[in-house]
């Protein structure tokens, strides 16, 4: 992700903001972070060296509430990302209903050169620069792209040293035994499952005469594919970052599953108990997997994958975005026209923000919930917002994208109006 993809954010907050007539105000709000804060982490090596590391952490926009979003460790994080990432958030925060802004945060760093206690040591070096501007009530951060439960232990345990209170609240997405919730793990690929259960209501679908491909079998790719295929839907197309693979006849999800955690390689293969056997199939790039011939293309891998460059050749019937930013801006008009519908990221990936939340009422409550609550409520909030975003869609003519951004404006809208805006004070009302 690069100043494009974040340039491209912003276009599309600037347009749809002007089609849907929204306060200029609200929009002129979105079009820049509210802070964003670059910090050198010192991290002593296990050689002895000190080695110094570029970090970032964006709070975009507070206006629904505090700021909420994930930290990634990745060599190709940078600044202009974060603050797409984050302005994505604000606007996905919004759509669902939560009490939050949006937030972002990362590491310029290859995690896999880290021994544990440097990834540790990078961790609490974090939280001590961030340590300012995070908080329970002001700024939340969760894992996202090589970061997990522990790292997320780590910095909650360095925020409560420097804080000298206990504060679960301040970091969701912890291991169980430190206050997480149960139901987190698979939560963003739940969130587009449940919204594929929507459109199957809609459309009377029986799963088995449904096609889907899936880009990307990362934990949102495997738990959207593995609840799909569960369902009964003919999982055709499964890929990951070396290629696919592509069989008509669809494949068995778990069996995929199991021979990756093996070898750490996507396989068509067919396992019972611990003997596994190939299926026939044919191997497929990335780029063929997006232009199959099925009835849902889940992008769930990396973002800009269908842009001027391949839009013509895409001809799913639905697009489920799992990844963020998969679908340039430039083509949303092509989809549109071409009857392609997308169901965008800010409302197919919401489930990991949602249930993010759900742990942090939980640590605030001091009351766990059951795996069954988890489900059942973020089954609710979803169905509630797809179906917000639907009917909007319907109303007023617009792309599922362009009616998600436009509910998500007009909650914001609400907030910054009761703040006040030029039409209030250049009024002579009382």
């Known amino acids: 992700m690069s100043e494009k993809i974040y340039q491209d954010a912003l276009s599309r907050v600037r347009e749809i903001g002007e089609d849907a007539g929204v306060n200029a105000e609200v929009i002129a709000s979105l079009m820049q972070p509210m802070r964003t804060l670059t910090a050198s982490l010192p991290v002593?090596?296990?050689?002895?060296?000190?080695?110094?590391?570029?970090s970032?952490?964006?709070?975009?926009?507070?206006?629904?509430g505090p700021?909420?979003?994930?930290?990634?460790?990745h060599p190709d994080v940078n600044q202009p990302e974060v603050q797409a990432l984050a302005l994505w958030m604000t606007i996905k925060c919004a759509i669902v209903g939560l009490p939050y802004g949006g937030g972002k945060g990362g590491v310029t760093v290859d995690p896999k050169q880290l021994s544990r206690m440097e990834l540790e040591r990078l961790s609490r070096s974090y939280v001590r620069q961030m340590a300012d501007i995070i908080s329970p009530d002001r700024?939340?951060?969760a894992p996202d792209v090589y970061t997990n439960e522990r790292i997320m232990g780590w910095m909650m345990d360095e925020y409560e040293h420097i804080t000298r209170q206990k504060a679960p609240g301040v970091i969701t997405g912890k291991p169980i035994s430190l206050g997480g919730s149960l139901g987190r793990d698979d939560a963003t690929g739940r969130g587009a499952y449940l919204c594929i259960l929507e459109l199957e209501k809609k459309h009377s679908w029986n799963p088995a005469d449904i096609t889907v491909a899936i880009q990307g079998f990362g934990n949102g790719g495997y738990h959207a594919a593995r609840l799909l295929h569960e369902r009964g839907y003919r999982i055709v197309a499964i890929s990951d970052s070396r290629g696919g693979i592509h069989s008509e006849q669809g494949f068995d999800v778990p069996s995929i599953y199991k021979e990756k955690q093996r070898t750490r390689q996507v396989k068509a293969v067919y396992c019972t108990h611990s003997v596994c056997e190939q299926v026939e199939h044919s191997a497929i790039s990335n780029e063929e997997l997006l232009e199959l011939d099925v009835d849902i293309l889940i992008p769930a891998a990396l973002d800009g994958v269908i842009g001027t460059h391949n839009v013509d050749n895409i001809k799913a019937n639905y697009i489920v975005e799992v990844a963020n930013g998969p679908v340039l801006s430039d083509v949303d008009a092509i989809l549109h026209e071409r009857e392609i519908h997308v169901v965008p990221d800010v409302l197919a990936n919401a489930g990991g923000v949602t249930v993010s939340y759900f742990e942090?009422?939980?640590?605030?409550?001091?009351y766990a919930w059951d795996l069954?609550?988890?489900?059942?409520r973020l089954g609710k909030i979803m169905a509630k917002s797809f179906n917000e975003v639907w009917d909007l869609a319907k109303s007023e003519k617009r792309s599922m994208r362009n009616a998600a951004y436009t509910l998500a404006f007009r909650r914001i809208g609400e907030a910054v109006e009761a703040h006040g805006t030029r039409d209030y004070f250049n009024s002579s009302d009382a």
């Open 44 to 54: 002593r090596m296990d050689d002895g060296s000190t080695q110094y590391f570029t």
């Open 56 to 64: 970032y952490r964006c709070r975009y926009n507070n206006a629904l």
């Open 67 to 73: 700021t909420k979003g994930g930290i990634r460790f």
């Open 139 to 141: 700024d939340i951060p």
């Open 360 to 366: 942090w009422v939980q640590n605030r409550s001091g």
């Open 372 to 376: 069954d609550t988890v489900h059942e």
